[in-house]
């Protein structure tokens, strides 16, 4: 797909619908790979293949209708389970993605950004994500935030580590500890929580992504398998959300 033509941002007669609401941060589980390529009598890696350019579709309209953060569940830290040959070409698809569309991603003002452990990542690829992060770094675009080798748990836990050692070194005393500590800790802390979680492929589930940070999020589910995604899908998922009334626990004011 040509990206840059395709690419409707720099296309400022496009006017985002007044109807539509806009969330702030969008965060995607992108299910349904291996289904969508099992329906097509393909291999399941072909379904990553053509999961990755529903991605690239994905960040296109992401810019588009001006999100501000997009975050997409790439590879989650219970992916390594899965048969090698699978595990490897996820891992390829993620290094060529970068590789091939740095330049057009970096060029949109995108500012990439990965989260999730990095520890017992091959030097290949956490080389690949630090160039993508440093060349990107300055940019105020579209921060699209890729968790990779992410698990819920493991975030929560790795902070409450973090805060474990203050306590130890009595820099802190347990009864400081607030959700706002917690929040600090993330694999990182400066954005704003997701307004809406989409899961495609008709499944219901968090699978650990984004635990903590979807305690207010909409959360909505489609039954398209992800290679499907397509601009009609991300319009219904907006006019879903738009419809969608945010109470955080208190109720309507009228
Ligand atoms: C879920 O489908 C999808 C994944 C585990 C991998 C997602 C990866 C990509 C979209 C491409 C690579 C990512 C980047 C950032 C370039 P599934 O395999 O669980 O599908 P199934 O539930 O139908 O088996």
């Given at each position: 797909m040509d990206f840059e033509k395709e690419?409707?941002?720099?296309?400022?007669?496009f006017k985002v619908p007044a109807n539509l609401k806009i969330p702030n941060h969008l965060a995607v589980t992108m299910d349904g790979n291996g289904r969508w390529a099992v329906s097509h009598g393909k291999k399941r890696t072909q379904g990553h293949k053509a999961g990755t350019d529903a991605l690239r579709r994905l960040v296109e309209y992401s810019i588009k209708y001006k999100i501000n953060y997009l975050t997409v569940?790439?590879?989650?830290?219970?992916?390594?389970?899965?048969?090698k040959e699978e595990v490897n070409f996820i891992l390829r698809l993620m290094r060529n993605y970068i590789n091939s569309d740095l330049e057009k991603l970096t060029s949109n003002n995108v500012k990439i950004r990965i989260i999730g452990e990095?520890?017992?990542?091959d030097k290949q690829t956490l080389n690949l994500i630090k160039k993508a992060e440093e060349k990107t770094?300055?940019?105020?675009g579209l921060q699209l935030i890729v968790a990779f080798n992410y698990g819920g748990k493991a975030e929560i836990a790795s902070a409450m580590q973090k805060i474990a050692q203050k306590v130890l070194n009595l820099d802190?005393?347990?009864?400081?500890?607030d959700e706002d500590m917690i929040t600090k800790e993330?694999?990182?802390?400066?954005v704003p929580d997701p307004d809406v979680v989409l899961r495609t492929s008709g499944e219901y589930r968090?699978?650990?992504?984004l635990l903590w940070q979807s305690a207010y999020a909409e959360l909505i589910f489609i039954d398209?398998?992800?290679?499907?995604?397509n601009e009609a899908i991300f319009i219904k998922t907006l006019k879903e959300y738009s419809k969608r009334e945010r109470r955080y626990g208190g109720v309507e004011v009228k």
């Open positions: 690419n409707a941002h720099k296309d400022d007669t569940f790439s590879f989650s830290s219970e992916n390594w389970s899965r048969p990095r520890v017992g990542l770094k300055n940019n105020t802190i005393s347990p009864s400081d500890i993330l694999y990182i802390n400066d968090f699978s650990n992504f398209d398998y992800w290679p499907d995604f």
